[in-house]
């Protein structure tokens, strides 16, 4: 393991594995970069594997609360992206899918390929988005996350799904054929991204990176492949 400090309150815990086409993991809400072990497992001998914990999760620090905006989590994940010198596939899942999308748009140079796991845009509706926000908060209780963290999931603006269209990097998509939350998801990413493969897990749910990780692994080495 080693450490970045993006600012003086924060170090996050990152792992650095194999060589080649670098790919930085960003884990979900509530999990931690050891997610990814059993992908960078069977990638790592085609791809340089990036995977760190976002703050307050996992080995990173517990920021005080105020300080886990999405604009916080970028930054922290450019400190990532930053430790590689050229541009890199961004592969994230749920939460961490949607991080990916928000720094592709922010910062395009410094990407060549979005995997999106399980992961959604946002929302446009406001009553969409405030059921989501409540079920955050619900659930940061049943988990008895850090005080404030629960503000690095929620929603303020439909800024990435209003954005989408912008991204002209290629995509792929990996979904579990349970996973019917973010199943949608899928049909919105291929609408207005440059999706080149959507890839259904069998007998899989939201953690399909966790419980299916050579098939999670083949899916991207295959897109890695083909984008060049």
């Not at 914990?53 to 080995?59: A, K, N, Q």
């Not at 905006?69 to 590689?84: M, P, T």
């Not at 850090?146 to 990996?174: F, M, N, R, Y």
């Amino acid at each position: 393991m080693t450490e970045m400090q993006p600012d003086s309150d924060v170090r996050l815990a990152i792992d650095q594995r194999g060589n080649g086409t670098p790919v930085v993991f960003t884990h979900g809400w509530a999990d931690t970069r050891q997610v990814w072990h059993g992908v960078v497992e069977a990638l790592y001998g085609r791809s340089r594997c990036i995977s760190w914990d976002l703050r307050g999760h996992g080995e990173s620090t517990i920021a005080p609360a105020g300080q886990y905006s999405r604009a916080h989590a970028l930054q922290d994940l450019l400190s990532v992206v930053d430790l590689v010198d050229g541009p890199v596939v961004l592969a994230g899942h749920s939460l961490g899918g949607y991080l990916s999308l928000a720094f592709a748009l922010q910062h395009p140079e410094k990407v060549t390929g979005l995997v999106l796991i399980a992961a959604g845009p946002g929302f446009r509706k406001q009553d969409a988005m405030d059921a989501w926000n409540a079920s955050v908060d619900r659930s940061a209780i049943d988990l008895g996350v850090p005080e404030g963290q629960e503000e690095i999931s929620k929603h303020t603006d439909s800024w990435v799904i209003d954005h989408l269209g912008d991204i002209d990097c290629p995509a792929l998509c990996i979904i579990g054929e349970r996973d019917k939350r973010f199943a949608a998801s899928v049909e919105v990413f291929e609408k207005h991204l440059d999706v080149r493969a959507s890839v259904t897990v069998a007998d899989a749910g939201h953690m399909v990176h966790f419980k299916k990780p050579t098939e999670v692994a083949d899916a991207i080495a295959d897109f890695i492949a083909a984008i060049g």
